[in-house]
Antibody, heavy 116, light 111 residues
């Protein structure tokens, strides 16, 4: 059974930092594009960033470029999102999602709240 | 950025009746290799999103065949032939032909 388990969310002040983690099990981690997708309270889905299966290239939505960094650790089968200079508008549930040619798996999400 | 526009945003349905959701993109989703990267997701209340359809019309594993996707270019449709209680939730279309990846606003299906 495939499992993606996010962790690292919490309450942080504006301008602060957080590092989200996503532990993957039950899938060939190196075969999947890995994504972070967020959902603000009561709102729709917004793609944030993703990273190629071999880790060679990363892509970001414009609003987080220069502030967020996505990375992956093949030894630990884990995905990360380093979030710096956080803003109130970054408040959301952050989902980790793995995608290959014919399958898509999502975690349960971790809540990030940016507030003073 | 490619804007994905769904309609309707709210869809009241009757059990056993069909339902249809439209998704239109602001530019063609066909890439230079002739592939179209349009997916549909379902998010049940209190749950994570789940992909139903990828590349316009391919069902993900475990998705019942009463759910189908169709369309081309800029115009796409998700159809449920006979709505069941488990179909309640919000449905999103998503394109990943062009960067950045973008979602539609969501369509809330309710009985």
């Amino acid at each position: 059974e495939v499992q993606l388990v996010e962790s690292g969310g919490g309450l942080v002040q504006p301008g602060g930092s957080l590092r989200l983690s996503c532990a993957a099990a039950g899938l060939t981690f190196s075969g999947y594009w890995m994504n972070w997708v967020r959902q603000a309270p009561g709102k729709g889905l917004e793609w944030v960033a993703n990273i190629k299966p071999d880790g060679s290239k990363q892509y970001y939505v414009e609003s987080v470029k220069g502030r967020f960094t996505i990375s992956r650790d093949f030894a630990k089968n884990s995905l990360y999102l380093q979030m710096n200079s956080l803003r109130a508008e970054d408040t959301a549930v952050y989902y980790c999602a793995g995608v290959d040619d014919s399958s898509s798996y999502w975690g349960q999400g971790t809540l990030v709240t940016v507030s003073s | 950025d490619v804007v994905m526009t769904q309609s309707p945003l709210s869809l009241p349905v009757t059990l056993g009746q069909p339902a249809s959701i439209s998704c239109r993109s602001s530019q063609s989703l066909v890439n230079s290799h002739g592939n179209t990267y349009l997916s549909w997701f379902q998010q049940r209340p209190g749950q994570s999103p789940r992909r139903l359809i990828y590349r316009v019309s391919n069902r993900d594993s475990g998705v019942p065949d009463r759910i189908s996707g169709s369309g081309s270019g800029t115009d796409f449709t998700l159809k449920i032939s006979r709505v069941e209680a488990e179909d309640v939730g919000v449905y999103y279309c998503m394109q990943d032909t062009h960067w950045p990846i973008t979602f539609g606003q969501g369509t809330k299906l309710e009985i």
